[in-house]
């Protein structure tokens, strides 16, 4: 069997059997990929404690051809992003970027993606607690554009007629993005504030400044990019995780 050296990202790990366990990978050079990991439950395992959800290594996998889940032959740790597991907002934003990654992600090279979920996995790690919120926003925004789903802000998503730069903004999920005036009419369209509509904005361009988010706005924004993901992304797909991170439990605690 051939043996590929690739980066990778572990998105899921589940036992299999006795010993073995079966993980899902982000790959930076051939996608997301399955492979059984053999002895990884043994208590003396060569695998140790690197196959944990979120961690980071080099993957060497033993490829079976015209086979969905290959041989993991070896993976060397360097890095398990402990500063996730230090608050439950850092570990559920990063459970539901996985998660979106692991469902939608191809089984083909995309090292956007795999770039986009590695930097965020470092960012949600030591980003301040004032903008974990907002940072979440963004790279869960960035990783569905990445993946081929931006919505559309500048031009209507239907005629292509330019919008204004500022004011109200008419978005519709369905649709992918802004409408203008007329084809907003009967679409049953959302009507983005101004300020709802500048701070999108910012969450869509990774160089400006995080916006400050009240609860009620966060709330609608939050509400705004699960819609979306469902409808572009989800397609009747169980989504725990972002469920979890739309509910936002640790709130309540």
């Known amino acids: ?13 589940v036992r299999y059997s006795e010993t073995s366990k079966v993980v899902r990978l982000a790959t930076r050079e051939h996608g997301v990929q399955s492979a059984i990991a053999k002895g990884a439950m043994r208590t003396r395992s060569r695998f140790g404690a690197a196959l944990q959800t979120l961690s ?13 889940l290959h041989i993991l032959a070896g993976f060397d740790l ?27 992600a191809p089984a083909d090279p995309h090292p956007e993606s795999y770039d986009l979920l590695r930097d ?10 004032p903008e974990l919120e907002p940072l979440g926003f963004r790279v869960l925004w960035q ?3 990445t993946l081929g789903f931006a919505p559309a802000l500048d031009a209507c998503v239907r005629d292509g007629t330019m919008l204004p730069h ?24 959302v009507q983005l504030p101004a300020d709802a ?12 400044t995080l916006p400050r988010l009240d609860p009620r706005h966060a709330e ?34």
């Open 197 to 208: 509509r500048a701070d999108l904005g910012c969450l869509l361009d990774a160089e400006a």
């Open 143 to 145: 990783l569905v554009s």
């Open 120 to 129: 965020a996995l470092s960012l949600l790690e030591v980003a301040p607690s």
């Open 56 to 68: 980071e290594g080099q993957a060497r996998l033993l490829v079976k051809e015209h086979r969905e």
């Open 220 to 253: 609608s924004h939050r509400r705004l990019l699960a819609r979306y993901i469902r409808y572009h992304l989800g397609e009747g797909a169980e989504l725990p995780a972002l469920d979890f991170w739309l509910r936002r439990p640790w709130r309540a605690a």
């Open 78 to 104: 360097l890095r398990l992003h402990v500063g996730l597991a230090s608050d439950l907002e850092r570990y559920a934003t990063a459970s539901a970027l996985a998660e979106v990654m692991l469902r939608f």
């Open 166 to 189: 500022e004011g109200g903004l008419a978005f519709s999920t369905r649709e992918g993005g802004a409408l203008c005036p007329s084809c907003a009419a009967g679409l049953g369209a």
């Open 1 to 13: 069997m051939p043996q590929l050296d690739t980066p990778a990202i572990v998105l899921s790990s």
